[in-house]
């Protein structure tokens, strides 16, 4: 989680709200991909550190089933990084704070674990919580 964190810091300093994510190997031997939000830097709405770390782990891969990988972010997944993790076949989700506004991993909503799709991640969350949280609020604050 700290290695999101510091992912997130690198949004802040572009001006984007400050989520960091990173996907992790099955066999635990690293990091296959990166990623923090550039929807500012980048003008792309999909330009969640969600997204971008899936699709750079999936490229280091050289496949789009990501399975037995964790992704570790920040902050709660939303609606659209929800579908992107079940899509990706993702088999952990590792999240530091909750986002009670938009929330797709359990808060407002629990896409990532409908018993209706094919594929359902196991969730883990609470990790470095407020540490997470306090770098969003700190952002927020000075802006």
């Known amino acids: 989680m700290r290695l999101a964190l510091d992912e997130a810091e690198r949004a802040a300093r ?19 991909g990166t990623g923090h ?3 500012e ?12 770390a899936i699709r750079r782990a999936a490229e280091r891969l050289g496949e789009w089933r990501l399975t037995g990988c964790t992704l570790v972010v920040t902050l709660e997944p939303c609606t659209m990084c929800a579908g992107a993790i079940v899509q990706s076949r993702v ?10 506004k938009a929330g797709a ?5 629990d ?32 802006r």
């Open 91 to 100: 088999d952990r989700v590792v999240y530091g704070a909750r986002d009670d």
């Open 14 to 32: 572009d001006g984007d709200v400050p989520v960091g994510a990173l996907v992790l190997a099955p066999d635990g031997t690293g990091v296959l």
């Open 37 to 39: 939000n550039e929807r």
């Open 111 to 142: 896409v990532i674990r409908d018993r209706r799709l094919n594929h359902r991640p196991e969730v883990i969350e609470g990790v470095l919580a407020d540490e997470c949280a306090r770098q969003l609020t700190e952002f927020f604050r000075a």
């Open 105 to 109: 991993a359990g808060s407002l909503w």
């Open 41 to 52: 830097a980048t003008g792309d709405p999909t330009g969640h550190a969600e997204i971008l």
